[in-house]
């Protein structure tokens, strides 16, 4: 009897099982399912393949997903599982990627217009880090700000640094000339406007004494130094923190030579000065060596002093080294046997003793004791000769 | 100066030991009157290896470069009991005709180290020109340089430092006879020989002093040098 329910059981399991329906859930009304087409939100819209032989869900292949252009994926009606349209064994290929589905994916940024311009350019900033629009990563506005605020304490030049979208300009109506005198006056303060991701659009903008103090040339070289750093990296936090070092060093250098024209006005209009200040911020540590008169803080007694201690000390290293090493020599020429040249002795008389014709039995003796070599051998005959 | 027989001093120019009679008649009666021939490194006693032997040649090679003049040679054997090791070496280097030496190196300018191996004595032999830039300290110095190897029985090492502490002995006389020449040494160690031979103090005893000689005549060196330090004063 048990048999037959088992085998009962096994010829009807298969239809049990196709009987069977899963309770899926669906939507209340046909509406929303056609306001959520499948992927919304999570991938962008044409780059999952609307399918169209789903009766279950009621529509057909030609649903229209959201963010479309309208245009149907090529082969969108055709891919789904292989033998459903009737051509069995046919496989199809994915359907490409429309271009503008990635493009559509980076939102735009808006305009700087109505409270965005006003967040830029309403109020003198009061941070050295102006940016509104978050545009930097949280760390890497923490580390330029502070950045910014260790240079400012460093230096009496400060540097502010304003954030712009890629995509975004200044307003024509904005003159960032006279933002800058109108918040800053003329304390020696330059404005960097940094656009992201963009270095070659960044605009310095510095105090009309400042300008008027040294030729354009030493500003373009400024500007081309600080796009030398940003055009190093790709990424937008990394490009403006180099460009902030960058010039935060060219800064340090303009202000020597600002403090300098102050002590000798006759030096602003010297070529040779303004020649020697422009290759200065193109490479400050190496004009040093080429002007040293423009560094020169010491008297020219005191800098000889430091030459000649400079090769003092250079020359008794060279010296020292030398005579080790000839000491090493000579102490292994004497050391071993037949190192050095040829030694001859002087010749002198010498008188015959106890007649011996080479000898006068001049003897020095010593004993010694063996170690294992255990007692006195048996003598041989003669003297082995 | 000391007699080799009875190593009591003797003077410069002294035909016989005046304590014992002992020449180089004494010595041919008891040894021979022939010639004999010797290698630079006569190993009688085979102790030496193959590569001890080569080494040491290397090293007598280039002493023989800086030191023109001088003869370097060895002699390790095994002494019959009846033959004292400063008679042999007297004997040896009246006697011996070493292979291989060129004529402007005569046996009046060797030194030859000589290895007992029978009494664990070893000496250093002088020629009449040796004498003159060889102290008998420095000899003395140089066996002690050795010594080590010696009592532990590598020979090649031990004959190795020593040939090594005669080079830089004689290197050192020849600065010195940069300085001062050579008959001026030759003085200072006539002088210093003569002083072995002052008159004997007065109240010293006679039968002691001969006792202490005939003693130290008799037993073989040890542990010391062979030539025997007599008071000052005491012939």
């Known amino acids: 009897m048990k048999a037959y329910s088992l085998i009962l059981l096994l010829v009807l399991a298969p239809a049990f099982v196709a009987a069977a329906k899963l309770d899926l859930p669906e939507w209340e009304e046909e509406k929303e399912a056609e306001a959520f087409p499948l992927g919304i939100g999570l991938f962008p819209a044409g780059l999952v393949p609307a399918t169209e032989e789903e009766p279950d869900e009621g529509e057909g292949g030609d649903r229209e997903t959201a963010g479309a252009s309208g245009e149907d994926a090529p082969g969108t009606e055709e891919t789904g599982a292989p033998g459903r349209d009737g051509e069995a064994g046919e496989e199809q290929a994915p359907a490409p990627v429309p271009a503008t589905a990635e493009a559509e994916a980076v939102e735009p940024l808006p305009p700087i217009e109505g409270d965005l311009r006003n967040w830029y350019f309403g109020l003198a900033p009061v941070e050295f880090l102006i940016d509104p629009q978050h545009l930097l990563t949280e760390q890497k506005s923490n580390d330029l700000r502070r950045f910014l605020e260790f240079h400012s304490d460093e230096s009496n030049f400060h540097i502010y640094a304003m954030i712009v979208g890629e995509t975004q300009e200044i307003p024509e109506d904005v003159s960032l000339e006279e933002l800058h005198a109108d918040w800053f006056g003329e304390n020696p303060v330059v404005l960097m406007v940094y656009f992201r991701e963009r270095p070659e659009k960044t605009r310095l903008v510095y105090n009309t004494s400042v300008q008027s103090a040294f030729d354009q040339t030493v500003f373009d070289r400024i500007r081309q130094n600080l796009l030398r750093e940003g055009g190093a990296t790709e990424n937008a936090p990394d490009q403006v923190e180099k460009m902030a070092v960058e010039l935060s060093i060219q800064l340090y250098w303009l202000t020597k030579l600002l403090e300098r024209q102050i002590g000798d006005p006759s030096l602003a209009d010297d070529t040779a000065l303004a020649r020697a200040a422009t290759n200065e911020v193109i490479a400050p540590r190496v004009l040093r060596q080429d002007a040293p008169a423009l560094f020169r803080d010491e008297s020219t007694l005191r800098q000889w002093l430091r030459i000649a201690a400079q090769w003092a000390v250079l020359l008794s290293i060279v010296l020292l080294a030398g005579a080790t090493s000839w000491l090493a020599a000579w102490v292994w020429r004497r050391q071993s046997p037949g190192g050095g040249k040829p030694l001859l002795f002087p010749e002198c008389e010498i008188s015959p003793r106890l007649g011996g014709e080479f000898s006068g039995g001049g003897f020095v003796g010593m004993s010694f004791e063996l170690g294992d070599m255990g007692g006195r051998e048996e003598a041989g005959e003669g003297f082995g000769l | ?235």
Not at chain 2, 191 to 203: I, T
Request: with cysteine.
């Open chain 2, 1 to 235: 100066m000391k007699c080799p027989s009875c190593f009591r001093p003797i003077d410069h120019e002294a035909d016989t030991c005046y304590s014992c009679g002992y020449s180089i008649v004494a010595s041919k009666a008891k040894y021979g009157d022939n010639i004999v021939q010797m290698s630079r490194v006569h190993d009688a006693a085979h102790c030496l290896r193959k590569q001890d032997r080569d080494e040491l040649n290397r090293t007598l090679d280039s002493l023989e470069v800086r030191f023109p003049q001088m003869l370097f040679c060895l002699y390790l054997g095994a002494l019959p009991d009846n033959l004292s090791i400063s008679e042999f070496g007297f004997w040896l280097l009246n006697h011996a005709q070493i292979k291989g030496a060129e004529y402007a190196r005569p046996n009046d300018n060797a030194l030859l180290a000589i290895v007992d191996l029978n009494t664990r004595q070893a000496g250093i032999s002088l020629g009449y020109f040796s004498e003159m830039l060889v102290t008998e300290e420095e000899a003395y110095r140089i066996l002690m340089a050795a010594r080590p190897h010696l009592v532990n029985g590598e020979y090649g090492p031990a004959f190795r430092r020593l040939f090594h502490a005669m080079g830089r002995v004689l290197g050192r006389k020849a600065r010195v006879l940069k300085r001062k020449p050579i008959e001026l040494l030759r003085e200072e160690r006539l002088a210093r020989a003569a002083g072995r031979l002052h008159l004997p103090v007065e109240g010293a005893s006679l039968n002691g002093v001969e006792a202490h000689h005939q003693q130290s005549a008799a037993a073989p060196v040890a542990g010391g040098s062979q030539t025997v330090r007599t008071p000052a004063g005491v012939a």
